[in-house]
């Protein structure tokens, strides 16, 4: 018994650096999808592009082994709210790499045009969500609410500039007809990101819920 | 054991139920918010966006049943397959119904400007996501392969729609500057529209998974 309770905990260690490698994994391919957008850098947004499969196969087998913990070791309450904490936060962290990987493949149509602007607030907000996003996973692994409640309210700054942007781009198209297409693929990357904030908070959110029981509104 | 395994059954077979109640209610919130859009119906799209908390509430009470349901009967295989879909399936369907929350924003926000143009593209795609998502649970429900097929192949029309949407909602901006921020927003609706087809597709690739073990590239 005293056996199968080390395994236990030993694969719910597991499960949590699972977690962590699949969250920094995702994060990376947020900050090159954005950098090959900035630099027009075609290789590294095929790069990113070409990982999503890799992001993909980690999903899966996160939630099979959550399922297999489940089965296998009835845990109850607590236990069973890490796992399914677990499961919720893969997903979160799976649209993040879709994220990414439109955002690279926007980076890859615009590649050969020149840029209507200099990118200021759009790699800002990535570096905000980004941090959003090692915030939370920090919070997950270490189980620090201050630090998940610190991600939540990080959100209202990201979508500041989000809104701000927006604003932006929308001047740059009525300026110039010649501006819109492109314009546009950028109001695209600005509102990823700011999905990516929403899924950073997210995950902030379960693991609030996971230390309280309690759930918050999700974005 | 019998009585068990009775229980069980009617377990599973009442989770089903609730995966297509909350289908229907994200199916019903499509379309409603489309219809706010086209009709410049203001209490409709408050009403889709006041529903949405509805729905969130739905996937936390099937999530938490799927997981009692994984600890208390230690499913195997099949079984564990089964209920694991629930849980990935419960998943696309918030995300359709945060759509449908979108998409009535975006309703609510242009209710009191006249319309750039008829809007007959978008409730088209809306049409052609809806009939995804209705044939994605009625192949979940009826474990119909083939049904589960044809929602994949309808996603490339959808796709297609979407590329001519886009194109023409650009030229409008294009042709008047007074279009853009309207035009704008009619591209994030029809987005979402995509969206909501790609998730009736990873719908009809679960229903697939579960007959055959076999998973699919997800959108």
């Known amino acids: 018994m005293t056996v199968t309770r080390q395994n236990y905990n030993q694969e719910l260690e597991e499960l949590r650096n699972d977690i962590l490698e699949m969250g920094t994994r995702v994060e990376l391919a947020i900050g090159q999808a954005v950098a090959s957008l900035t630099t027009q850098d075609i290789e590294m947004a095929k790069h990113v592009m ?27 309450a607590r236990d069973l709210r ?13 649209r993040v790499g879709d994220h990414a990987f439109d955002i690279a493949k926007i980076a890859l149509g615009i590649a050969e045009q020149p840029l209507i602007k200099p ?16 915030d939370s996973l920090a919070a997950y692994i270490n189980l620090d609410i201050a630090l998940a409640e610190n991600v939540c309210t990080a959100d209202d700054e990201v979508d500041d500039i989000y809104h701000q942007t927006f ?12 501006n819109i297409t492109q314009a546009t693929q950028l109001l695209f990357v600005a509102r990823y990101l700011e999905r990516v904030a ?10 609030i819920y996971l230390e309280t029981g309690q759930r918050m509104r999700k974005k």
Chains 1, 2 share one sequence.
Not at 51 to 69: H, Q, R
Not at 119 to 134: C, E, G, N, T, Y
Not at 198 to 207: K, L, Q, S
């Open 119 to 134: 990118l200021v607030d759009i790699p800002r907000m990535s570096a905000m969500a980004q941090k959003m996003l090692r």
């Open 167 to 178: 604003r932006e781009l929308l001047t740059y198209m009525m300026e110039d007809p010649r």
């Open 82 to 94: 890490i796992i399914g904490t677990g499961l919720k936060i893969t997903t979160d962290l799976e």
């Open 198 to 207: 929403d899924h950073a908070t997210n995950i902030g959110e379960w693991v």
């Open 50 to 76: 070409a990982g999503d499969d890799y992001i993909d196969a980690m999903e899966s087998s996160i939630e099979d082994k959550c399922m297999v913990l489940i089965a296998r070791q009835q845990p109850l």
